[in-house]
Nanobody
Framework: QVQVVESGGGLVQAGRSLRLSCVASGNIWIINDMRWYRQGPGKQRELVAA???????NYADSVKGRFTISRDNAKNTVSLQMNDLRPEDTAVYYC?????????????WGQGTQVTVSS
């Protein structure tokens, strides 16, 4: 059994910063990619940022230069530092971990954390 839990969401004013954190625990052999997705009101879920086990990162164009993804392989954690937040960043943010355990290779999702940016 695997648990993925996000934290760090909240309400902030435009231009401010927030840091999201996510930890994966349970029956885990190795975690490959870790990703942050978001789903805004009335929108489809979209990939925000991803990081490989080796630290290679990828960002959505809309967050490049403002958001930074990082991870700690020893602790099975991933973080998303969000700077210069904008109202359009308002969404539920989900952590995703692509990992291998005794059941094979699967993607696991957290339940999401709400980020609301006021103008």
């Amino acid at each position: 059994q695997v648990q993925v839990v996000e934290s760090g969401g909240g309400l902030v004013q435009a231009g401010r910063s927030l840091r999201l954190s996510c930890v994966a625990s349970g029956n885990i052999w190795i975690i490959n990619d870790m990703r942050w997705y978001r789903q805004g009101p009335g929108k489809q879920r979209e990939l925000v940022a991803a990081i490989t086990r080796d630290g290679i990162t990828n960002y959505a164009d809309s967050v490049k230069g403002r958001f930074t993804i990082s991870r700690d392989n020893a602790k099975n954690t991933v973080s998303l530092q969000m700077n210069d937040l904008r109202p359009e960043d308002t969404a539920v943010y989900y952590c995703n971990a692509a990992l291998r355990n005794g059941e094979g290779f699967r993607n696991y999702w957290g339940q999401g954390t709400q980020v609301t940016v006021s103008s």
